[in-house]
């Protein structure tokens, strides 16, 4: 009893804070081009609400209209359900051209009932090989869940529904380098992936189950906007939210850092959900791991 009404008295401001948040959340219309798949990619409800499909034929997929340098980006995903072996939805930040940077969130499908596998990574300079996977406290197809991208100066960090699962500090200071100049935008794509995607490709997709769909909403970025005019690429021409209108923007963000709790919860999650880190892979780095793996990285 006294769990539940302390569970309450700490529902209630959540519940608060994500109707805010929600009131708030960007218009697909406006903030997203359709890039691929044509009719297959849809945006709905007067631009609350974007699906994705995958037929034999094809995917589909959209880009920001905006490029961001740094930023909070969250979006609500609810992916293929039932049988989705050998899809692949993703939601990913990337720069263009040689040397790019990138921060991927790629969902995995599998047979009915088995896992989703949530496979992430971070290009720098167009250095990547930095692959960890984990599986899900929860089933992604049911509902809606929250996946978000940190990214400041400091630190890329992956978010589930506001729980951290992985952290890429800035670890310049021994020769890492970091996604600081290359402004990205954000992309997200539902495409097949048979040869791989599923227990490494053992499971084909299973057609006769298509069209696969993908539902995305409450898109939300509080983000430093790049001017496309902006000839100095590597600096952020203003600090813009593009979303709130009334309140001042929050830029807590820009200098966020992990607090202890939120350290404590990233441990808990990686030591329960995650399925790999190229970080242990010895066998892939013979000659020793890349240096952001060493725990004296960095300070922390
Ligand atoms: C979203 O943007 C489109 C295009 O600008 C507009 O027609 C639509 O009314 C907007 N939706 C909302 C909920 O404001
Ligand atoms: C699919 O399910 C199998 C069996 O539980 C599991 O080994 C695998 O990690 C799951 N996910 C993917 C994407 O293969
Ligand atoms: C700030 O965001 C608003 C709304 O998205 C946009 O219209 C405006 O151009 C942005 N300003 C800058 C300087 O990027």
Same mark, same amino acid.
């Given at each position: ?7 309450t008295?700490?529902m ?20 997203? %081009? ?100 984990f599986?899900?406290?929860? %089933?992604?197809?049911? %509902? ?7 990214w ?15 952290e ?29 995607? #599923? ?5 084909? #997709? ?5 069209p ?16 496309s ?5 590597? #600096?952020?021409?203003?600090?813009n939210?593009s ?15 992990? %607090?202890?709790k ?17 970080? #242990? ?20």
């Amino acid at each position: 009893m006294a769990y539940s009404l302390f569970g309450t008295m700490v529902m209630l401001p959540m519940l608060v804070l994500a109707c805010l948040l929600g009131s708030v959340s960007s218009n697909f219309s406006e903030e997203f %081009d359709i890039t691929w798949g044509e009719e297959r990619a849809k945006i709905l409800n007067n631009g609350e609400a974007l699906t994705l499909s995958l037929d034999k034929n094809s995917g589909s997929g959209f880009q920001s209209k905006n490029e961001y340098l740094y930023g909070k980006f969250d979006i609500q995903l609810k992916l293929v359900p039932g049988n989705s072996a050998g899809t692949v939805s993703t939601y990913y930040l990337s720069s263009q051209g040689l040397n790019h940077d990138e921060v991927d969130f790629e969902f995995l499908g599998n047979l009915s009932g088995d896992p989703y596998i949530v496979h992430t990574n971070v290009y720098s300079q167009g250095k990547g090989d930095r692959e960890q996977q984990f599986y899900l406290w929860f %089933d992604p197809t049911q %509902d809606f869940h929250t996946y978000s991208v940190l990214w400041n100066p400091l630190h890329v960090v992956f978010y589930v529904d506001n729980t951290p699962i992985r952290e890429f500090k800035n670890s310049e200071a021994i020769g890492v380098p970091y996604l600081n100049k290359q402004p990205m935008k954000v992309y997200s794509s539902l495409w097949d992936a048979e040869d791989w995607a #599923t227990r490494g490709g053992l499971i084909k #997709t299973d057609w006769t189950q298509a069209p696969f769909i993908t539902s995305f909403q409450n898109f939300k970025a509080d983000a430093c906007i790049q001017s496309s005019k902006s000839s100095s690429p590597s #600096t952020c021409s203003s600090l813009n939210s593009s979303t709130s209108s009334s309140s001042s923007p929050d830029r807590t963000w820009l200098n966020q850092e992990l %607090d202890l709790k939120s350290k404590k919860r990233l441990r808990r999650v990686q030591k329960k959900f995650m399925i790999y880190n190229y970080c #242990t892979d010895s066998k892939r780095f013979p000659q020793g791991f890349p240096p952001e793996c060493s725990k004296k990285s960095t300070k922390s």
